[in-house]
């Protein structure tokens, strides 16, 4: 069955567990609650055109704030994963793709378009765009729903306006969660 389409929503970690967990002003994510409500509002549109949801969750060594098992990485109730019908698959590389079953998932429900949000920016959300193509997918980058945390030489909203003109054209079609359809160009 060829779906077309498939929503990878990623977690490089739990932006609502890490503004808690760490008291540096460096780690709130930009626009959080606006980046979520559009990451709800693509997973419920997904969910209405039958397109499979995925997401990734980035953990690291086990001895570290990002094992698998830290609240950093778990993914937060408000995304409403749906165990039974939701892939959830487990990432320790920026790209999505790298030691990943995520190719043969895709390729399986014949997926042919990505549509890609959450964070952080500059690291798996921009990977995974790059790489996707190389992997033979067409790309959505959702412009208002990804998102990072301000560094020492970026705010956030510069990186992320940075990322949405870098990617878009030879990497990825950007476009807006409420703009967004998923029954677009099957």
Same mark, same amino acid.
């Given at each position: 069955m060829e779906t077309h389409h498939a929503f990878i929503r990623k977690c490089t970690?739990?932006?609502?567990?890490a503004a808690r967990a760490f008291p540096w002003p460096l780690l709130s994510p930009h626009s959080s609650d606006t980046v979520l409500l559009n990451i709800r509002l693509l997973i419920e549109n997904a969910r209405q055109a039958q397109v499979p949801v995925f997401f990734a969750r980035h953990i690291g060594p086990d001895d570290s704030p990002f094992s698998e098992q830290s609240p950093l990485t778990q993914l937060i109730p408000e995304l409403n994963v749906n165990a039974e019908q939701d892939i959830v698959f487990i990432k320790k590389y920026p790209s999505c793709f790298r030691d990943t079953e995520l190719q043969l998932q895709l390729s399986q429900r014949g997926v042919k378009q990505l549509v890609i949000a959450g964070m952080k920016t500059e690291f798996c959300v921009d990977t995974t765009c790059r790489a996707a193509p190389e992997h033979g997918f067409r790309t959505v980058l959702i412009s208002d729903a990804h998102t990072t945390m301000d560094n020492k030489y970026l705010s956030a909203s510069e990186i992320i306006a940075h990322h949405n003109v %870098?990617? =878009?054209?030879?990497?990825? %079609?950007? =476009? %807006? @969660? @409420?703009?967004?359809?998923f029954h677009s160009e099957k």
């Open positions: 970690f739990s932006y609502r567990y %870098t990617l =878009a054209g030879p990497f990825v %079609t950007l =476009a %807006t @969660a @409420a703009c967004w359809s």
